[in-house]
């Protein structure tokens, strides 16, 4: 199964279409950390990481990990070892705090984009997460919650996301 991003606003998962949103500056080929772009390819996901203080565990077929207050992604690239990782925070260490104040990240699965060897500085910390009114992003994709729940009971482990 593939979720496929065909352009800055559309998702699609089979019949389904949602609205969406992705990095300010639109999608590459030739991604760069802190450029504002969506990375373009077809890439494997990861897990579904959630705010079990905000919400309850979604019906899905993806592994469930409960996001902690020293849950961070390094987007550092002094660190190459830890770059694009889930890491326990560190101060001297940069990263996107997956705990936040805000909604955005009560639902996320990061996409494995520059991953499986990252390659410091081609990106980091692009995930799938929530929003509400379609601001573009940092280079992530972004959907509503009520999509993202049901994208959820659609896609299984295995399913891909390609981006155009």
Sequence with gaps: MTIFVKNKHTLQIDEFKFRCCIGKKGSTINKKEGDK??????????????????????????????????????????????????????????????KRNDYKYDFLIPIKYNFKKPTTGLGSCIFIHLTKKYKPTAGCIALKEKDFLIMLKIIKKNSKIKIF
């Design 37 to 98: 772009k969506t990375p373009k390819g077809t890439f494997n996901i990861e897990n579904l990481y959630f705010r079990k203080d905000r919400k309850k565990k979604p019906s899905t077929l993806l592994k469930c990990v409960k996001i902690k207050k020293n849950m961070g992604w390094c987007d550092d690239i002094r660190f190459p070892k830890k770059y694009n990782k889930l890491i326990k925070i560190e101060k001297k260490i940069k990263h996107e705090r997956l």
